[in-house]
């Protein structure tokens, strides 16, 4: 599980633009949360598509990534 956890965290950190496009990176009890310096890097179909990923949302200038349970684990493989 572990594994699979490390190669949705890598893709999901390449799809919001990568580390330069991050300004901020929170969590919560079930969502990712990505402040993105430039939003047209993200590519939040793709995003939508990796394993694990529930969906996504916006509040405002952040990218929250819906992820369930696994959210605190997945927080610390990225």
């Known amino acids: 599980m572990a594994k699979d956890l490390l190669n949705s ?3 999901i ?3 919001v633009g990568g580390t ?3 300004s901020n990176f929170s969590h919560c009890v079930t969502r990712l949360r990505f402040v ?3 939003k047209g890097l993200v ?4 995003i939508q598509k990796v394993a694990g ?3 996504t949302q916006w509040l405002g200038d952040q990218l929250q990534v819906i992820v369930g349970a696994d959210c605190d684990e997945l ?3 990225i």
């Open 75 to 77: 927080y610390s493989l």
């Open 53 to 55: 990923v529930y969906g």
């Open 13 to 15: 950190l390449k799809l």
């Open 43 to 46: 590519k939040e179909e793709d």
């Open 9 to 11: 965290g890598k893709e």
């Open 36 to 38: 993105p310096k430039d």
């Open 20 to 22: 330069e496009n991050i």
